[in-house]
């Protein structure tokens, strides 16, 4: 398979716990976001890379929120000390650099639940 | 900061009517996409507006880009089942990474 892929799909924490998703991108793409979702609305922006660099960043993403592309690969995104309303669905998307059109191609998600 | 707003919230219609979803942005935007998202499912690209007034076709899907490139719609010409869904338009800004989405209309079909 050769989309893009996240891990794991489904986590349960208990509230105050740290806990860190991993998203695989599609390999030639340089792009890379995520997104947090809730029942009802749209993706809402976190944050973006091109490459290993971190372009930008939403005032969504607060301190207890980091992410990660070391080697401009694999992304991870850590949430510490988590809250109820941090549960959601995270989505991580990867687009291709060439060319004009900037499409966006998602994962299935990682869905996190903090009881 | 710059918002993008989408209309209907939800849309129910018999097989083989039309439907059609409204998106509006608070800034004039770069470029706008439209994503399908399956229940369950993960947003899909459907298709990227680039220029003022740009109309594109795919099928039965008509996108338009408004002149001002501030508003967008998406026109499905007798709906089928297979295009349930919610359909999400999303804007980026000149010299921004930062796609903003609307909130998505949902669209329900009943065969």
């Known amino acids: 398979d050769t989309g893009v892929s996240q891990n794991p799909r489904h986590k349960i924490t208990k509230r105050g716990q740290n806990v860190t998703f991993r998203c695989d991108p599609i390999?030639?793409?340089?792009?890379l976001y995520w997104y947090r979702q809730t029942l009802g609305q749209g993706p809402e922006f976190l944050t973006y890379?091109?490459?290993?660099?971190?372009?930008?960043k939403s005032r969504l993403l607060s301190d207890r929120f980091s992410a990660e592309r070391p080697k401009g690969s694999f992304s991870t995104l850590e949430i510490q000390r988590t809250e109820q309303g941090d549960s959601a669905m995270y989505l991580c998307a990867s687009s291709p650099t060439q060319g004009a059109v900037t499409e966006a191609f998602f994962g299935q998600g990682t869905r996190l639940t903090v009881v | 900061g710059q918002q993008v707003m989408q209309i209907p919230q939800y849309q129910h219609v018999q097989e083989g009517e039309d439907f059609t979803t409204y998106c509006n942005s608070s800034t004039t935007l770069s470029n706008i996409q439209w994503y399908k998202q399956r229940p369950g499912g993960h947003p899909v690209f459907l298709i990227q507006?680039?220029?003022?007034?740009e109309v594109k076709k795919q099928k039965r899907l008509t996108f338009q880009f408004g002149e001002a490139k501030k508003n967008s719609s998406l026109h499905i010409t007798a709906t089928q089942t297979t295009d349930v869904g919610t359909y999400f338009c999303a804007g980026q800004n000149t010299g921004g990474f930062k796609t903003i989405f609307g909130a998505g209309t949902r669209l329900f079909v009943k065969a």
């Open positions: 890379f091109q490459n290993e660099a971190q372009l930008e």
């Open positions: 507006l680039v220029k003022s007034g």
């Open positions: 390999s030639e793409h340089n792009r």
